[in-house]
T-cell receptor, first 113, second 112 residues
Framework: GENVEQHPSTLSVQEGDSAVIKCTYS??????FPWYKQELGKRPQLIID?????GEKKDQRIAVTLNKTAKHFSLHITETQPEDSAVYFC????????????FGKGTHLIIQP | DAGITQSPRYKITETGRQVTLMCHQT?????MFWYRQDLGHGLRLIYY???????DKGEVPDGYVVSRSKTENFPLTLESATRSQTSVYFC???????????FGQGTRLTVV
């Protein structure tokens, strides 16, 4: 089955700086890569996703890049704000998400004031 | 209310008991999923369903049973609860391929 590795497990950045979280996946058949944000005690919520036919996608301060050859994808958050503090999960799916997602173990992002 | 809801929000049960976690969605999404979340493991897929009466195993299905007689409901049953099943359980739904999965608010289950 699919295996997703996520790094780092904890990331502390100064408010206003950029944050980058990286994930690798094992199965080259994976074709859907979402990122979820989970605040303490809350449910995971999608912040951005990318399909295998696209190399980069941007939504305001958030961007995701995908390198299918190297089987890795990354989340970039620019101009970080206190409300960006949360746990972020990357995920991958071979069936476009229809057969469920394989998640990384998460990155705790801490925004220092 | 529209959306995806889980019940109960919190449950304490004893080892060996059967317990059922409920999940209900009002969007008529075809796909539904059960995940468990444990510290250090992220979210792991237990079971998923592509439509009513169609279910399939995920990464960690042992000790769990699901059913889907109606599109909107996807209950998860622990047949004989064990302490290792203490976890936060999330139900999710989506309407197709390459689309967002919406999560319920979670059920925190403690097996004592």
């Amino acid at each position: 089955g699919e295996n997703v590795e996520q790094h780092p497990s904890t990331l502390s950045v100064q408010e206003g700086d950029s944050a980058v979280i990286k994930c690798t996946y094992s199965d080259s058949a994976s074709n859907y890569f979402p990122w979820y944000k989970q605040e303490l005690g809350k449910r995971p919520q999608l912040i951005i996703d990318i399909r295998s036919n696209v190399g980069e996608k941007k939504d305001q301060r958030i961007a995701v890049t995908l390198n299918k050859t190297a089987k890795h994808f990354s989340l970039h958050i620019t101009e970080t704000q206190p409300e960006d503090s949360a746990v972020y999960f990357c995920a991958a799916s071979m069936g476009g998400g229809a057969d469920g997602l394989t998640f990384g173990k998460g990155t705790h992002l801490i925004i220092q004031p | 209310d529209a959306g995806i809801t889980q019940s109960p929000r919190y449950k304490i049960t004893e080892t060996g008991r059967q317990v059922t976690l409920m999940c209900h969605q009002t969007w008529s999404h075809s796909y539904m999923f059960w995940y468990r979340q444990d510290l250090g493991h992220g979210l792991r897929l237990i079971y998923y369903s592509a439509a009513a009466d169609i279910t399939d195993k995920g990464e960690v299905p042992d000790g769990y049973v699901v059913s889907r007689s109606k599109t909107e409901n996807f209950p998860l049953t622990l047949e004989s609860a064990t302490r290792s099943q203490t976890s936060v359980y999330f139900c999710a739904s989506s309407d197709g391929l390459n689309t967002e999965a919406f999560f319920g608010q979670g059920t925190r289950l403690t097996v004592v």
